[in-house]
Every structure is written in structure tokens, then in C-alpha cells.
């Protein structure tokens, strides 16, 4: 079966219009798209102006959508973080290289205005690559 798989992590509820994560077949592989991820839940914020927490449920966020793909961070290719201050990089950046250490993604790092949600200062979204598991690993 080569259709598209729609991702929803553990707990979650499929939204009307969009996917929290798609897995895409491509050969021997399968790319996964990952919905920017804030640190929200039920539309609040979670540790306003705290950048590492906030920093750290996103990636947490990101895995859950991931593993429900039999994916993890560790198959990230590319990941793009949006942040509301360029100057809390510094603080993003350790927290990235912990989680991105084995993957080594190519990455992009945005100023933004503003997020959806008020409170949220970082988004990041991510696509990764791993085997499908319908080949053998050769």
C-alpha cells in the first residue's frame, strides 16, 4: 500500500484540516512531515517566556508525532525553528544539538512576530526520512 498515512500522536485527536504528521512512501523510504509544533496544550501556553522549557516540549511534540510514524528525532533531515527573539538563540541551540545529535539535520532559524497562540515563542517543524519497513534493509 502506497497511500499517504496521516500521523496522530498518542492521546491526540485528528484535526478537521489538518495533520499533525504525514508519512510518505517513496521507494524504500518514508518521509515524514511534521506540523509546526508550539508549546500549547488545550490552547495554552506551556512555561510562557521560558524559551528552554517551551524549547523542550516542542521537541518532545515532535517525537510523539514521529514515534507514531516508528519514526524519532533521530531521522530528522531537516528542521526549520521560528522563533519570536533571535537573541534566545543561544539558549535553543543546546537543547537542539542534544535532541538533533545523531540525525545532524540541515536547519533554518527564522525571527517571527508571533505565533497562533499567545504565549509561544518558538515553533519548529521538521521532515525525516527512514526505511520503510515493507523492504529489507539491504
Do not use: W
Request: proline share 4%; glycine share 6%.
Amino acid at each position: 500500500d502506497m497511500t499517504n498515512k496521516i500521523l496522530i500522536p498518542k492521546g491526540a485527536k485528528p484535526k478537521e484540516t489538518y495533520s499533525h504528521g504525514i508519512s510518505v512512501p517513496i521507494g524504500d523510504k518514508e518521509m515524514i512531515f511534521v506540523t509546526g509544533q508550539i508549546a500549547a496544550k488545550n490552547g495554552e501556553a506551556v512555561a510562557p517566556s521560558d524559551i528552554e522549557k517551551q524549547t523542550e516540549y516542542v521537541f518532545n511534540a515532535i517525537n510523539d508525532i514521529l514515534k507514531a510514524g516508528d519514526s524519532s528525532l533521530d531521522d530528522v533531515v531537516k528542521a526549520v525553528i521560528y522563533v519570536k527573539d533571535v537573541k534566545d538563540f543561544s539558549k535553543i541551540s543546546p537543547i537542539r544539538n542534544k535532541h538533533f545529535e545523531k540525525s545532524k539535520p540541515v536547519s533554518t532559524l527564522v525571527e517571527m512576530s508571533n505565533t497562533v497562540s499567545s504565549g509561544c515563542d518558538i515553533e519548529i517543524d521538521v521532515i525525516a526520512i527512514k526505511q520503510n519497513k515493507k523492504f529489507k534493509n539491504k
